[in-house]
T-cell receptor, first 118, second 109 residues
């Protein structure tokens, strides 16, 4: 079955330190990969996506993500964390194979809560 | 552009009552989605639409109905609310990337 895993429910990091939020997926073919962020009591905001090309994708708020096809991973990274980065982060994947349906549906991870400590 | 808007923001219902949640988007997107978000369960797709006049079931469609009479609007209806439908509901629209509304917090007593 197709799935997206975010193996850490919570990540804690000190302000100024680099952060990584992990995502692995089990989707065949060449899926599109997405990261979203959700601040408390808000909707999800799109951060970045990988479609093709360079394995390092840059997005909003200084975030970037590294695609690794052999490990089927798409980890979110930031060189220097801010307290304001504390939020819930979701990884999502879209199956683009023929027969998957032309519906732009996403397969979602369960989210990782990031806490950046001052 | 307002993007994706949802009304109402909050609602409290009694068991058995009905209500409609409205999602509107001004980005001319073909695709629209309704999700519910519950603690520890991530986002679950309720229903979706690939264009005006079309709807399809997602993962958890039971107890909900939807309509997409106009391209910019996607309505989610609860005919007879149950406490299990207490949740935060999000709408999203997409051309290629999904963009989300601010959510509706629904409590069913």
């Amino acid at each position: 079955a197709q799935s997206v895993a975010q193996p850490e429910d919570q990540v804690n990091v000190a302000e100024g330190n680099p952060l990584t939020v992990k995502c692995t997926y089990s989707v065949s073919g060449n899926p599109y990969l997405f990261w979203y962020v959700q601040y408390p009591n808000r909707g999800l905001q799109f951060l970045l996506k990988y479609i093709t090309g360079d394995n390092l994708v840059k997005g909003s708020y200084g975030f970037e993500a590294e695609f690794n096809k052999s490990q089927t991973s798409f980890h979110l990274k930031k060189p220097s964390a801010l307290v304001s980065d504390s939020a819930l982060y979701f990884c999502a994947v879209r199956d683009n194979r023929k027969g998957a349906g032309n519906n732009r549906k996403l397969i979602w991870g369960l989210g990782t809560s990031l806490a950046v400590n001052p | 552009n307002a993007g994706v808007t949802q009304t109402p923001k909050f609602r409290v219902l009694k068991t058995g009552q009905s209500m409609t949640l409205l999602c509107a988007q001004d980005m001319n997107h073909e695709y629209m989605y309704w999700y519910r978000q519950d603690p520890g369960m991530g986002l679950r797709l309720i229903h979706y639409s690939v264009g005006e006049g079309t709807t399809a079931k997602g993962e958890v469609p039971d107890g909900y109905n939807v309509s997409r009479l106009k391209k910019q609007n996607f309505l989610l209806g609860l005919e007879s609310a149950a406490p299990s439908q207490t949740s935060v509901y999000f709408c999203a629209s997409a051309r290629d990337t999904q963009y989300f509304g601010p959510g509706t917090r629904l409590t069913v007593l």
